[in-house]
Structure formats: structure tokens, C-alpha cells
């Protein structure tokens, strides 16, 4: 029996504040599952929800946000056939209290959980979710909402192309899990641009070549054109800062495709495509893409190593960590790991 009250991590929207509180433990509907959390990945858009208006606008008085979540599944609603009570499972939440992240125990649709494999730890596949979520939709959904590559069947190459593609940013978490898929696709040369602390690991992901991020736009862009030798015509920004997207446009050759995490800020030339990507998980776009990832694949994917975790540091005080790990993030104090906490360890 699950309890009937837990912790929450609650962001006050008028005060701006965070606070620890007890609220109720949610009942699963028809085709849902209330998973217990063991794991609670952040992300930087939580605290955009707690800084910024325009984020704020979509939120209740008392929110709980978090959109990437581990545990064990501990209810199973009505209809549910593709998971069973005690499972341990991965799962991307939604903008709603009973589905958010910050919370010991929260409901998702059965239909969009994966079975974590033997031998990962929740820590590491609470990392997974939005980022895998976003980067799939970027490079496999249909243009004009992706890239338009065919997804692999399977946990193998499916070898659709052997053509570059660039990655701008690849040092972030959802640049690290886009050079996975290009790598799984079939992609060569991929080029990305990173703090070159990380060359190492990311190579060690697919990335074939990694380039200083801070180098001017006319070095990097000469760089590129040697490394490739052939156009360009496949671009992931998982930055999309305005001289990103310029750097990004300049690249491409005729025909190409620029796809972008933000809103766009440059206009493309004739035969030129820009992808807004959303990784929104119950956008209607998304919602059969995303169904059929989290069914049928990503559990593969991760259990064959085809798509590694990434690499963490888990926060301490349950979901009062979570208020000391925002402001890191805010700050930029972050790199090249995601920041994860324990919601049964609240006191």
C-alpha cells in the first residue's frame, strides 16, 4: 500500500521560493502507473520555471515541477499491460503536480516508461529521459518538427547514411545524447564543438572530431569544411544562442538543414531549412514518436550501451538538495554532468 501523504519540492510562483512540504500521494488513472522516485534529475528549465515570468505563466500557485524521473513502479492503473507493479522504470514527466519530478512518489502514463536494464543504477537513468526525448525527436521526427533521418530499429546502426554532421555544443547533455543517436545512425565524420575538456569522453561516445569552442567563427567554420570535405547539409544546435544559429546557418550547405533547441533568430536562404525542435513530451507532434521510443527502443538502447547515461553527481538532503543544485546551475558552476537527488532521502 502506498502511503497517503508525501514530500514535495513546491515552488511558491507569487514568492519565487522553493520549500520543502507534505501533499498528497496521487491515485493512477486508467492507462497510468505511480511510480515510487528514487531519482530525480534537474534540469536547467527548472530554474527558468522558478526566475522567469514567461515560465512561471504555465504553473500553478504551488507547483512541482522536475521532468526526469527513476523508480519503481508501485500502482498500475486500469488497462495497463506493458508494465507491472515492482518494475523499475525510467520515465520523462509532465507539466503537472501529480507528474512532476521534485515529489516521492508521481503518476505517469504507462505508455511513455521504460524498463530500467539490470545493471543501471536509478541515478543513471534518471539522467536519461528529456535529453533522450529532445535529441530523438531532433534528429528522427519528420521535418519540419526534426531532421527527418530514419530512427534504428534496433540497438544497431541503421546505417541510413555515412555523411557528416556537426553538433554544436556537444559538451551538454543534450548534445552528448544527440552525438549518440548520429553515431547509431550512421553518421561520419561527427563534428562537434565543445570546452575541450571534454574531447576525450566525447569521442569515447562518437563524436569523431572535437573542436575548441571558442575558436572565431572563420576558424571553426574552415576547420569543419577541411574535416568533412563534402557540404554540410545536417546541423544540431543543442545551443541555439543567436550566434550559435548564425554559426550553424553559415555552415550548411544548399539544401541543408539547421535544426535548433530555441526559438529561431536567423533567416535561412533559399533552399535552406530551420527545425525548431520540441522535446515536449505530450506535444501532440511528439506524442506517437515518443510513445514508440519509450515501448519499443529505449530500453534497448541503453541496455546494449548503445546510449550511455551521463555522468552525475548526486545532490545531498533528499529534495532540499534540489534548491542548492538550481542555483549552481544558474550560475553556471555545472559541466558536463547532471546534477541528480534521492526524494526518499527528504527528511
Avoid at 311 to 325: Q, S, T
Wanted: hydrophobic letters at 40%; charged letters at 20%.
Amino acid at each position: 500500500m502506498s502511503p497517503v501523504n508525501q514530500k514535495a519540492l513546491l515552488l511558491n510562483k507569487k514568492a519565487k521560493e522553493f520549500t520543502v512540504g507534505d501533499v498528497e500521494v496521487y491515485k493512477p488513472g486508467p492507462g497510468e502507473v505511480l511510480i515510487k522516485i528514487q531519482a530525480a534529475a534537474l534540469n536547467p528549465i527548472d530554474w527558468k520555471f522558478q526566475k522567469i515570468d514567461f515560465f512561471r505563466g504555465i504553473l500553478p500557485e504551488q507547483a512541482i515541477i522536475g521532468e526526469d524521473i527513476a523508480g519503481d513502479i508501485v500502482e498500475v492503473g486500469e488497462g495497463v499491460t506493458n508494465v507491472n507493479k515492482g518494475d523499475r522504470v525510467f520515465a520523462q514527466t509532465e507539466f503537472a503536480n501529480s507528474h512532476g519530478g521534485f515529489q516521492q512518489y508521481a503518476v505517469s502514463l504507462a505508455s511513455v516508461v521504460a524498463k530500467i536494464p539490470h545493471g543501471v543504477s536509478y541515478d543513471a537513468a534518471a539522467t536519461i529521459p528529456v535529453v533522450l526525448s529532445t535529441s530523438y525527436v531532433a534528429l528522427h521526427h519528420s521535418v519540419p518538427r526534426g531532421l527527418g533521418i530514419p530512427a534504428p530499429t534496433s540497438s544497431t546502426q541503421s546505417k541510413v547514411s555515412k555523411t557528416p554532421i556537426v553538433v554544436l555544443g556537444g559538451g551538454g547533455s543534450v548534445g552528448q545524447f544527440f552525438i549518440q543517436l548520429a553515431k547509431l545512425s550512421g553518421f561520419s565524420p561527427i563534428i562537434t564543438t565543445a570546452s575541450l575538456k571534454h574531447t576525450e569522453y566525447l569521442k569515447s561516445i562518437g563524436a569523431t572530431d572535437v573542436l575548441d569552442r571558442n575558436l572565431p567563427v572563420s576558424n571553426l567554420s574552415q576547420k569543419i569544411a577541411e574535416i568533412a570535405k563534402v557540404p554540410i547539409l545536417h546541423v544540431f544546435d543543442a545551443i541555439s544562442l543567436p550566434n550559435t544559429q548564425e554559426l550553424g546557418l553559415g555552415l550548411l550547405g544548399s539544401g541543408g538543414q539547421l535544426a535548433v533547441v530555441l526559438p529561431p533568430t536567423v533567416e535561412v536562404s533559399e533552399g535552406q531549412t530551420i527545425i525548431s525542435v520540441e522535446g515536449v513530451l505530450r506535444h501532440p507532434d511528439n506524442v506517437e514518436i515518443l510513445e514508440d521510443l519509450y515501448q519499443t527502443k529505449a530500453s534497448a538502447f541503453v541496455e546494449s550501451g548503445a546510449i550511455r547515461p551521463l555522468r552525475y553527481e548526486v545532490l545531498p538532503n533528499g529534495l532540499a538538495g534540489i534548491i542548492d543544485g538550481l542555483a549552481r546551475m544558474e550560475t553556471d558552476q555545472i559541466s558536463g554532468v547532471k546534477l541528480v537527488a534521492h526524494p526518499q532521502e527528504t527528511a
